[in-house]
T-cell receptor, first 110, second 115 residues
Framework: GAGVSQSPRYKVAKRGQDVALRCDPI?????LFWYQQALGQGPEFLTY????????KSGLPSDRFFAERPEGSVSTLKIQRTQQEDSAVYLC????????FGAGTRLSVL | AQTVTQSQPEMSVQEAETVTLSCTYD???????LFWYKQPPSRQMILVIR??????QNATENRFSVNFQKAAKSFSLKISDSQLGDAAMYFC????????????FGKGTKLTVNP
């Protein structure tokens, strides 16, 4: 597709469940970012990839959060043993001379 | 660390009128970029306008323009001839030149456009 695609759009998880969020960046975009947006807040940086290399993971809130981009294209953000405070919209963006965002995945942890 | 502050949680404007959204930021860097993003209920973050800090001329994109005051570290967005489709959350964002393009966002301003 022409834009950044994220799936699923909505995810409901029971507390303690593992979840995986997918991001398909724009074809050819080298840089890929994950942001977390809590309700009523601006997005906050989680992690950054350049191709398959994860160059910055300083924003990941805990070791339950893990991101990968094994072939330098599609990326997956995995959250293990989800907690209620993980409820947020998770935005992916890819970059090539500008930052292009996907529509996000809304995660609700019950 | 850089910070971005949007002091207006909500703003409203009448259709066809002009509204200005405020943004201030804090940085010790001299080279950087500033952005305004629009986020409608669909959640898609859309780039509205971009300003390079080294440029003195204020950026303009159709009905959207900025007032960039580097010394004051202020970056306001003016929307002229407001339209119903302008209703959204607006986020101001900062980016260091070079580095990882890690955007720092403000908390946003919710703009309502009244018919």
């Amino acid at each position: 597709g022409a834009g950044v695609s994220q799936s699923p759009r909505y995810k409901v998880a029971k507390r303690g469940q593992d979840v995986a969020l997918r991001c398909d960046p724009i074809s050819g975009h080298v840089s890929l970012f994950w942001y977390q947006q809590a309700l009523g807040q601006g997005p906050e940086f989680l992690t950054y990839f350049q191709n398959e290399a994860q160059l910055d993971k300083s924003g990941l809130p805990s070791d339950r959060f893990f991101a990968e981009r094994p072939e330098g294209s599609v990326s997956t953000l995995k959250i293990q043993r989800t907690q209620q405070e993980d409820s947020a919209v998770y935005l992916c963006a890819s970059s090539f001379g500008g930052l292009y965002f996907g529509a996000g995945t809304r995660l609700s942890v019950l | 660390a850089q910070t971005v502050t949007q002091s207006q949680p909500e703003m409203s404007v009448q259709e066809a009128e002009t509204v200005t959204l405020s943004c201030t930021y804090d940085t010790s860097e001299s080279d950087y970029y500033l952005f305004w993003y629009k986020q409608p209920p669909s959640r898609q973050m859309i780039l509205v306008i971009r300003q390079e800090a080294y440029k003195q001329q204020n950026a303009t994109e159709n009905r959207f323009s900025v007032n960039f005051q580097k010394a004051a570290k202020s970056f306001s967005l003016k929307i002229s001839d407001s339209q119903l489709g302008d209703a959204a959350m607006y986020f101001c964002a900062y980016l260091n030149q070079g580095g990882s393009e890690k955007l720092v966002f403000g908390k946003g301003t919710k703009l309502t456009v009244n018919p």
